[in-house]
């Protein structure tokens, strides 16, 4: 029975099911061509049909099976009825079976701040840039981000494409379709799991930071780590998906602009197998209801060597960057 689990696995098992059905939504919103693109505050920054939809379809299923929870969605959206279609009430089973962290056993659902981002890395989306998407739930208590969920709609789509070109060719399979999509979860003192954990060689300085929203001190601080090379993608989601497959050493944003839905659910993941994540001054970002959505001072997140990247960012970033 559910009423044996605790309220935080009960919540994060929901959490897993209901960003499985927000990806289907955004693969759904492609497929049918029509994203109804409308611009919020500038060029950049975006929201679509699927970021509606996707948001409705997550606060209101959290909503309705955890009526206490205060929800924190990034879409201002109008209050209305939703669809029976677009709710989940399913729970992750594998998620059911594991135990919770001691500390966390009493948590109430009153006590829980959800943080949702129901589709990061919208622009990307909106130019076919599509493994930069994600959709990310991030659970806080007394402030602090303690359990996440990340959904990858098109994770794998690229090996899909390849498929079908060969099919297209009619040559061979090679091997078994692969699966479209998947959702990575973490909760602290218990581990994040739904994938391999990889990190950068030894001595290699490898710095993931902004796409669409660069600058000069985002440069500087950039530039400042003395970096062997720089990806510039989209996405916090996708960002700290790269620094734990190996894929990047650091996570370097020193700009406002992120908000506490886009870092909430990937610092837990980070957080979980050991990496850190801060603002650029290395303060801890704080996640209670009252605060502030602007991450004002920027991110710095790393897998390791924390304080190599720290100690690196220029006076002049910090001094132009107020918590």
């Avoid at 502030?292 to 897998?303: I, Y």
Wanted: aromatic share 6%.
């Amino acid at each position: 029975m559910a009423s044996s689990h605790t309220v935080l696995m009960r919540l994060v098992a929901s959490a897993y099911s209901i960003a499985q059905k927000a990806g289907t939504i955004v693969r759904r919103v492609i497929a049918e061509g029509d994203l109804g693109i409308v611009q919020k505050t500038c060029a950049t920054d975006l929201q679509t049909k699927a970021d509606r939809l996707a948001q409705m379809s997550i606060c209101s299923s959290l909503a309705r099976k955890f009526p206490k929870l205060t929800i924190i969605g990034e879409e201002d959206l109008p209050c209305e009825e939703v669809d029976q279609e677009l709710i989940e009430d399913g729970q992750w089973e594998e998620i059911l079976q594991q135990p919770c962290p001691s500390q966390y056993s009493a948590i109430k659902e009153e006590d829980l701040v959800v943080w949702v981002d129901p589709l990061d890395g919208t622009k990307e989306y909106t130019e076919g840039l599509l493994d930069n998407v994600t959709v990310l739930i991030g659970i806080a208590y007394e402030g602090k981000a303690i359990a996440g969920v990340i959904n990858q709609p098109y994770y794998n789509y690229q090996n899909n494409e390849k498929q079908n070109l060969r099919e297209r060719k009619n040559e061979a399979k090679a091997g078994p379709d692969a699966v479209l999509g998947r959702t990575i979860w973490g909760v602290l003192g218990l581990g994040a799991f739904g994938f391999q954990l990889k990190e950068v060689p030894a001595g290699k300085h490898i710095i993931t930071t902004t796409r669409s929203h660069n600058s000069k001190l985002v440069t500087d601080c950039v530039t400042a780590m003395n970096p062997d090379d720089v990806l510039r993608v989209g996405g916090a989601g996708n960002k700290i998906i790269q620094l734990i497959e190996g894929k990047a050493s650091a996570y370097v944003f020193a700009s406002p602009g992120c908000k506490k839905w886009d870092t909430c659910a990937p610092e837990v993941i980070l957080h979980a197998v050991g990496g850190k994540l801060t603002d650029i001054h290395g303060n801890a970002l704080q996640y209670n209801k009252e605060v502030k959505h602007m991450n004002s001072a920027g991110v710095l997140a790393t897998l390791r060597n924390y304080d190599y990247y720290a100690s690196r960012v220029p006076e002049s970033v910090k001094n132009a960057l107020v918590p």
